[in-house]
């Protein structure tokens, strides 16, 4: 793949001018295909004669991408306060810095995890109806992307669990993989998110 750079000539059709014009590749505002907003700071390939953007090369995908997909989803419920200081003593024994953020990576994580994998399903239904999965009054709040949010939606429907009872169910499972019978392999590829998220 060829990568463009700022002040680079090329060659494309102008729909505004009908015809073959020379173009320069520049930083600017890109109208998003549905036409509701704009991307800023991409590289495009405009017409020397009217301005207006001829091309967007492979390399400013990503950033359009991104624009796209930047709405955020909230995943809510209300937990007994042992299972959020579960979330947090789990982030802390990797020790990387303050927790909190640390533990939405991991709850995350897991539900990516799970979404693949039928025996964590399995816990995870185990896990939500156990004894110490009751209780509720303390609010969790996590905001997930597109894919993460789908992959839950997905477990929601593997599960027939409700919203809290998945997310108790994988806090549970969090639980049970790094402070109770901590599996060394798992803790691995735990430190490598969870830096990479620090």
Wanted: proline share 5%; hydrophobic share 40%.
């Amino acid at each position: 793949m060829k990568i463009f750079r700022v002040g680079e000539k090329s060659k494309g059709v102008c729909e505004n001018c009908k015809s073959v014009v020379p173009t320069t590749f520049s930083i600017c505002s890109v109208q998003l295909p549905s036409g509701k907003g704009k991307v800023p700071d991409v590289l495009a390939a405009s017409c020397d004669y009217c301005g207006r953007v001829v091309s967007i090369p492979q390399q400013s995908a990503p950033r359009i991408k991104e624009a796209l997909n930047t709405k955020k989803h909230s995943i809510e419920a209300r937990l007994p306060r042992h299972l959020l200081d579960v979330l947090l003593l789990a982030s802390d024994k990797f020790d990387l810095g303050n927790p909190e953020p640390l533990r939405d990576t991991l709850v995350r994580y897991y539900i990516g995890l799970a979404e693949s994998d039928k025996e964590m399903v399995k816990k995870i239904k185990k896990f939500s109806k156990s004894d110490f999965a009751k209780g509720s009054g303390f609010r969790l709040s996590l905001k997930v992307n597109e894919a993460i949010f789908e992959r839950f939606e997905h477990l929601l429907e593997m599960t027939n669990l409700s919203k809290t009872q998945l997310l108790k169910g994988i806090i549970l499972l969090i639980n049970e993989d790094i402070l109770q019978k901590p599996l060394k392999k798992r803790l691995n590829e735990l430190q490598k998110v969870l830096l990479a998220a620090a």
